[in-house]
């Protein structure tokens, strides 16, 4: 590539995706708690006090969480639903046309979506309405689905293989920085402002991202494609191929066991952002309710921790088990699991603040679940297959946050007037069962995780490379021959004879 090397587009692209993640971080703990301060008002428009202080009417309380919860649930398919859909076809869209506008695309729709958020604000009549139009124009620009494959890519185009790993490592931390930086503003803007002011910070952040991008960065891709036989560029992004080539990745036949291993982390993948997402949903709907009652920028604080506390994990506990104790992934994985479960039953018994707070500690080791699974993936796979792989996962995981909600925002909405935790410790028996899916292939996970936990974040796969020097399979190593240097030989002419 043109640009392989150059520190200056890196920076920039950690820049961008800094600033993406920060705006959709802010933007995520915003919005989901003014939707139930819409649902209120939207059924109580002439009486403020029930909103104010809905702590005071057990009943009123309980029906509007009920009715927030069908809410969230459309709010989450209008959003992901699209995301996943534009995202199966980004990839290769991306290989042949550049990286610069699948990167824009995100925060333009969520400038978009703000801007009719804010509209919420000003048309009461019509609030409802427009946060699920905004939520779906967010969703059909691709949203974190589309921006996180670009900027992979990107930083895969334009690094060596030596220094790839690292930078890579640097993205992800900007990924989580950005998380906890964006959920912290969130809660300070609430309590020192209003909802304005932080849905224009969220489209400041978001218009610096794609000015960033149109200015400071040049496309990677050395010789972009040019559409084919008058085909336009549009068509080319929506080429069924692409989704047939990548669901062929996970289904094909591998020796070793390798295909049920990929199945059973690809299931796992899944169910481990289902619990996570449908676990977020869930818990802003747990801390507002009594006896916890939390104002709704409190929950902006949380989520801020719970990013913070997760990022230090994997960017200092990590390493330790991969590097210095020596674990398997296989192992790790299981580690994070386990405090999961902790985590999950702790927090549905939990009464008071500082009992949540400690359920998010607890919790930080679970982001080494996530870690470990693509570490397995990447070791499990051809070079040439790993891109599609994990472009499947990466939709995969924007996907089941819709079955989070349906899944656990249901069953807290049914269930929170018999007992709020009960959602929690439904959670916590699905990540059982991840662990005994773990100990069931344990062996075969193991004889995959061989290699540096670390690994996990570079886009290509060292393994099955089908590299062997055959020098060494044998103690007298055969001599190198020269073609060009050696002198040729000619066979010896019989000597002629007279007849």
């Not at 915003?30 to 104010?52: E, G, M, S």
């Not at 890519?153 to 993205?171: C, P, W």
């Not at 990540?431 to 061989?450: A, E, H, Q």
Request: aromatic share 12%; net charge neutral.
């Amino acid at each position: 590539m043109i640009l392989r090397g150059c520190p200056t587009n890196i920076i920039a692209v950690t820049i961008i995706f800094f600033l993406y993640k920060t705006g959709e971080s802010m933007l995520d703990a915003t919005t989901r708690p003014y939707i139930l301060k819409a649902v209120c008002h939207d059924n109580f428009p002439f009486n403020a006090t029930y909103c104010q202080h809905i702590d005071w009417y057990p009943d009123i309380e309980s029906d509007i969480q009920r009715k927030s919860a069908t809410y969230l649930i459309y709010y989450r398919i209008l959003i992901n639903v699209p995301s996943v859909i534009l995202g199966l076809f980004c990839g290769a869209y991306s290989d042949k046309y550049g990286r610069k506008i699948p990167m824009m695309l995100p925060s333009l729709g969520s400038v978009f979506g703000v801007l009719l958020y804010m509209a919420s604000l000003a048309y009461d009549e019509f609030r409802i309405p427009l946060i699920l139009i905004g939520a779906a124009v967010q969703g059909m620009f691709g949203k974190s689905t589309v921006i996180t494959m670009a900027v992979n890519s990107y930083i895969a185009d334009v690094t060596e293989n030596d220094e790839r790993i690292r930078k890579l490592g640097n993205l992800l931390a900007m990924n989580f920085f950005g998380l906890f930086v964006g959920s912290f503003m969130s809660g300070i803007l609430q309590d020192i402002s209003n909802l304005l002011t932080t849905y224009c910070v969220v489209i400041l952040l978001h218009g610096c991202t794609i000015l960033l991008t149109v200015a400071a960065m040049k496309e990677s891709v050395e010789y972009p494609a040019k559409s084919e036989e008058g085909k336009s560029e549009f068509l080319a992004l929506f080429n069924p191929a692409n989704i047939k080539d990548a669901f062929g990745v996970l289904v094909k036949y591998r020796p070793n066991n390798l295909r049920t291993v990929l199945l059973v982390l690809f299931l796992l993948t899944l169910l481990n952002q289902t619990c996570k997402v449908g676990e977020m949903d869930v818990t802003v709907l747990f801390v507002t309710r009594s006896p916890l009652s939390w104002p709704k920028s409190w929950y902006g604080y949380l989520l801020s921790v719970d990013y913070a506390v997760m990022g230090l994990c994997l960017l200092f506990v990590l390493p330790v088990l991969s590097s210095i104790v020596h674990l398997s992934d296989a192992s790790i994985l299981m580690i994070g699991i386990s405090c999961k479960i902790v985590r999950l039953t702790w927090a549905a018994f939990a009464f008071r603040t500082w009992m949540v707070y400690v359920s998010v500690i607890i919790g930080a080791f679970a982001g080494l679940i996530t870690s470990a699974v693509r570490s397995l993936v990447s070791k499990s796979v051809n070079e040439h297959e790993a891109g599609k792989l994990f472009s499947l996962l990466a939709c995969a995981e924007t996907a089941s946050k819709l079955f989070g909600v349906l899944i656990f925002v249901n069953l807290y909405s049914e269930t929170a007037d018999m007992f709020a935790g009960l959602a929690y410790l439904f959670e916590a028996v699905l990540y059982i069962c991840m662990i005994l899916l773990v100990i069931w292939i344990f062996k075969d996970l193991k004889n995959v995780g061989t290699i540096d936990l670390m690994q996990a974040l570079e886009e290509h796969s060292n393994f099955n490379k089908g590299s062997v020097n055959y020098n060494t399979l044998s103690n007298n190593p055969l001599p190198v021959l020269d073609e060009l240097e050696e002198q040729p030989s000619y066979p010896t002419p019989l000597p002629a004879t007279t007849p």
